[in-house]
C-alpha cells in the first residue's frame, strides 16, 4: 500500500513538473548551452525573465519602483536602472544583470526571494551569461 502511494506521489510530482515546464520554457536555451549555439533573446532569454524576474521588474512591482529596471522588453532591460546599464554586452562577469545571480553585491541577490537559497537554476544562469557574453543581441 505505501509503495502505491509513493508511486503514485512521484507520478503526480512528474506530471506537476512537466505542466510547469511547457517546451517552449526556459528550458530549451540550456540545450543550445552544450552546443555552442548562439543564445536567442526571443526564445532562450526572455522566457527566463518572464518566469523569475518580471513579477517586480516591470511598472509598478517591487524591483521597478526601488531600482527603475524594467525588463519587460529588450530596449527597457538594456536601459537599466535609474543608475545606469545592468547589461554589459560581451562582459557578464561585471553586468550586474548576470552578476547578481550568483553571488551578491551589497547584500543584493537576484531574483528576490525565489527560494531559501535564492538561487536561480543553474542552467539558467548559464543560458543568461552566455547571451551577455555573445553581445546581447536582440535576436
Ligand atoms: C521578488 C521581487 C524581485 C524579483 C523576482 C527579481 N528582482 Fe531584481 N530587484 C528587486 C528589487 C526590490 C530591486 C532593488 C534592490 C535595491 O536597490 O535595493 C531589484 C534590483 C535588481 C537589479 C539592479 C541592482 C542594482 O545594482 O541596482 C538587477 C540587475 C536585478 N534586480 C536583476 C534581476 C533579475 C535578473 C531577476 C530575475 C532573474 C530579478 N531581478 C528578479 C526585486 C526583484
Avoid at 506537476?16 to 526556459?26: D, K, Q, R, V, Y
Avoid at 535609474?82 to 548576470?98: C, I, L, M, N
Wanted: aromatic share 8%; charged share 20%; glycine share 12%.
Amino acid at each position: 500500500m505505501k509503495i502505491k502511494f509513493l508511486l503514485s506521489v512521484s507520478v503526480f510530482l512528474a506530471f506537476s513538473f512537466n505542466a510547469l515546464a511547457e517546451s517552449s520554457g526556459p528550458e530549451m536555451g540550456a540545450l543550445k548551452l552544450t552546443g555552442g549555439g548562439q543564445v536567442s533573446f526571443k526564445s532562450d532569454v526572455q522566457p527566463i525573465i518572464h518566469d523569475y524576474c518580471l513579477n517586480c521588474h516591470i511598472p509598478g512591482g517591487k524591483g521597478y519602483v526601488k531600482s527603475g529596471l524594467d525588463m519587460s522588453t529588450y530596449e527597457s532591460l538594456m536601459k537599466g536602472t535609474k543608475y545606469g546599464a545592468v547589461v554589459k554586452p560581451g562582459d557578464s562577469e561585471t553586468s550586474t544583470f548576470t552578476k547578481l545571480l550568483t553571488g551578491t553585491n551589497r547584500g543584493l541577490k537576484m531574483p528576490a526571494g525565489l527560494n531559501a537559497s535564492g538561487t536561480l537554476d543553474r542552467q539558467y544562469i548559464l543560458t543568461l551569461r552566455k547571451w551577455v557574453q555573445q553581445g546581447a543581441k536582440n535576436n
